[in-house]
């Protein structure tokens, strides 16, 4: 999960977790799986840097090409074959299936490949078959999936039908915008400190667009007291540091410096899109490619029959050499198992404070210079509250307002309750090995 430089927790439980995580990889290597995740899944993950190259040029001589998984299927993916600049050209597509059997990495991990994978796949005239089992109908190129690249950034979720199994939604992103329209629907903060705390885990750049800011003036809809607590938030967001732009996309020529600003910034980028239904991600899209809806329904014969756009991540590419990720997984999700040196770590206000304990949670220790720095009104209350939220494993979905205390309380002390049993159940487990 956290992969944060510099930081290691002390203490006894995280020390046994991180034995009995020990013991379980080496179980895994000793059945014949690889267990390193992050170099590259095939052929050997053991191979030194130099090796791996010597073996990718190998697999390139035999015909192997290196593309981008720009869609992912039940049971095939579309891949956007990669330019010499690495950067996938989206009129160069293929139709793959995956050869499962070359993914090791998928222990504990929903998919084998993800939108934003590099991998590496071999053409083929073999037949795909659909989710329905009928073979494909395509024009495209097809090939198989053999290899994929280790991933510099991936935006995940625990997933929701094995909770100790992580599901990967995105890879590579370089930066994730989230949107939010200020009205209708009206922004959800608590929202953007979840998506906020995963971007900055994964250290992935952000921005944050407000979008329908010409609602703001219609009286109607604004009270004066809206648009105060609107723009105290905002200037929250831009103490800390964040890159927040404010945007009225249905009319670009009122705010041509929003505009030109967001397409200097995705330049050359792939940015996945968070936010939820109905906050205009389609509507800035449009602002970066203004012909893409147009050319999406004049070419309907480039995918098969029976896509589903809707139901799927896919990549988009943007005239200004920028791809975009719309992310239909990403709108709401349930992030939660951080312990809190981490997560306080992906707060970047906190930073600076210290605090008495090492391991101080910022809850009820004594002694602790975030509290001491919310009272002197030098880290907002509403970022503390978010924090305490994301803490205590509440989630965040659509529809739902920040959640109150109460319901954090009583959700604290079923967590509590339920993460004791799981430590006691991995203690006795370990104790277990160890005697064996
Ligand atoms: N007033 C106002 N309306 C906007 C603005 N941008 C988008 N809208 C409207 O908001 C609605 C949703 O916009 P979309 O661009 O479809 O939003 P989306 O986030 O792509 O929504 P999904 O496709 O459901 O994910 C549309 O009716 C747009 O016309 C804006 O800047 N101001
Ligand atoms: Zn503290």
Redesign the pocket.
Known sequence: MARIKNFVAHDDKRDNLKKIEKIKKEKRSVRGRVVDDWIIDAPNAHQSKSEIQATIEDLYTKGMRRGRVIEVQKRNVFIAEENEKGMPETENLWLCSVAKRHFQRAHRERNFVVVGDRVLFEPSAELQFDDEGQPVDTDLPRGVVQHSFARTSKISRKDPMRPDWEHVMLANIDLVAI?A?VL?PEVRWGLIDRFLVQAEMEKIPVVIIL?????LSNEKLASKEFVEIYKRRVEIYRNIGYDVVE?????PKKNPESVKHLRKLFKGKLVGFA?H????????LNLMKPEFEQIVDENPDIFYKGRHTTTYNSLLQLDIGAYAI?TPGIRSFHISNYDPISLSYCFPEFRPFKCKYRECAHDHEPQCGIKQAVSEEKISPERYRSYLGILKGLSFREGEGDSTDATMIADLKAREQKRDEELAKEESLLNQDLKS
Do not use: E, F, R, W
């Not at 945007?247 to 009319?251: G, T």
């Open positions: 949107v329209s209708h979008n329908k800011v010409d609602l945007l009225c996309a249905l009319k936010g239904s109905g906050v205009g991600k389609s509507s800035i719309d």
